[in-house]
């Protein structure tokens, strides 16, 4: 190993084992747990310069793995909820052209969380509550989230209020 990875073999023989152990707790998949501990260490080693020289290389460690199940957890929620879905009947229609590009592009300027909870709510079907879940929001935030969104992509009124009585200008 390089010098610029001195250290680590020891580092990763010491916490390694303690890393799987509680994210087996956490997952409750030991196979899982593997897994992600493997990734996180895979990139505590691409970045050992610097996750070396932090006060918790391990801490560092804890959080990219855990961020690595919370990604495959709402994965697989996702997909259980579409296969869901599609075995109660309810299969997902191939939407026409023209008015997917229509909702793509009046979509396109909101923020990447407005776009999300608009499409699971929406076009996926999902209850606020459980959109609110599987992004780890509160259901109030969802719901002013869809609140904003649909008024950021409102058209403005058709025909806005004027004065219609004239003014009285002096000679």
Request: glycine share 4%.
């Amino acid at each position: 190993m390089s010098d610029t990875h001195a250290g680590f073999e020891s580092w990763y023989a010491e916490n390694h084992s303690h890393v799987v152990a509680v994210l087996t707790l956490v997952s409750g998949n030991p196979d899982t747990a593997s897994e992600a501990a493997d990734e996180a260490f895979a990139r505590a080693l691409a970045r050992w310069n610097r996750v070396g020289t932090m006060d918790s290389p391990t801490g560092w460690t804890y959080r990219v793995a855990l961020n690595q199940l919370r990604r495959r957890f709402r994965r697989e929620q996702q997909e259980r909820l579409l296969l869901e879905q599609l075995s109660r009947g309810n299969e997902l229609s191939e939407p026409d052209l023209s008015l997917w590009m229509q909702v793509i592009d009046a979509v396109r300027p909101l923020t990447r969380r407005q776009r999300t909870v608009l499409a699971l709510t929406y076009l996926a079907g999902m209850p606020q509550a459980q959109v609110a879940a599987l992004l780890h929001v509160t259901r109030s935030t969802v719901a002013s989230t869809i609140a904003d969104a649909k008024a950021a992509v409102a058209p403005p009124p058709s025909h806005a209020y004027t004065d219609t009585k004239e003014r009285y200008e002096p000679d």
